[in-house]
């Protein structure tokens, strides 16, 4: 569907008073662009989701709660989002996720998943089919997760980038910035994505 689409039936959701717009792997990518400028490599981005799935693999490892827990796989989501839109690949964020009653197996395998697909990338171009497969795989495991957490990755994205969108970013050249509102103590370094 051209963006031009997607974006005017987003207006016209939220228009006719649907409170939460509906996220997509176009919209994220776009949004991240905008606010951060491109990014300067695949490689980099998959450095950045290595970084977010190692807080919900803290999460999912210390007591945490179940909000905190989804909220991390949301935002390694939105950066797989940005990794897929570079390798030209196409992830749907519903369906086929494997079910699960402990967020860590999921989480666990999906660090693995984003393990093997930053190895796939370093040094050789790999068939998209292959990228596709393995970042289609991270989206699943990290469903699981949410779907352990009482929620959806869908609904977790769509929270997320509400959050992302009102927050003030600074950019710092070359895809990377911070947010300057307040929302957390510090200020927190984004590397060509969103946090």
């Not at 970013?169 to 510090?186: C, I, K, L, Y």
Request: include cysteine.
């Amino acid at each position: 569907m051209p963006v031009r689409v997607q974006r005017k039936r987003a207006w016209l959701r939220f228009a006719m008073g649907e409170k939460t717009v509906r996220e997509s792997q176009s919209t994220i990518f776009e949004w991240a662009e905008a606010t951060f400028g491109p990014a300067r490599s695949i490689v980099r981005l998959l450095g950045r989701a290595n970084t977010e799935m190692a807080e919900l693999i803290r999460a999912v490892t210390t007591p945490g709660s179940p909000a905190q827990i989804a909220e991390e796989a949301a935002d390694t989501a939105i950066v797989l989002c940005c990794v897929a839109t570079m390798a030209a690949a196409t992830i749907s964020f519903e369906g086929g996720a494997p079910a699960a009653s402990n967020p860590l197996q999921p989480a666990a395998s999906a660090n693995a998943t984003i393990a093997e697909l930053l190895a796939e990338l370093v040094g050789r171009p790999r068939p998209i089919r292959t990228v596709t497969v393995l970042l289609r795989r991270a989206f699943l495991y990290l469903e699981s997760v949410c779907e352990a957490c009482g929620t959806t990755l869908t609904a977790e994205i769509d929270k997320k980038m509400a959050t992302n969108r009102q927050r003030r970013w600074v950019r710092e050249g070359g895809g990377v910035g911070s947010h300057t509102d307040g929302a957390d103590e510090h200020h927190i370094r984004i590397e060509g994505e969103a946090a």
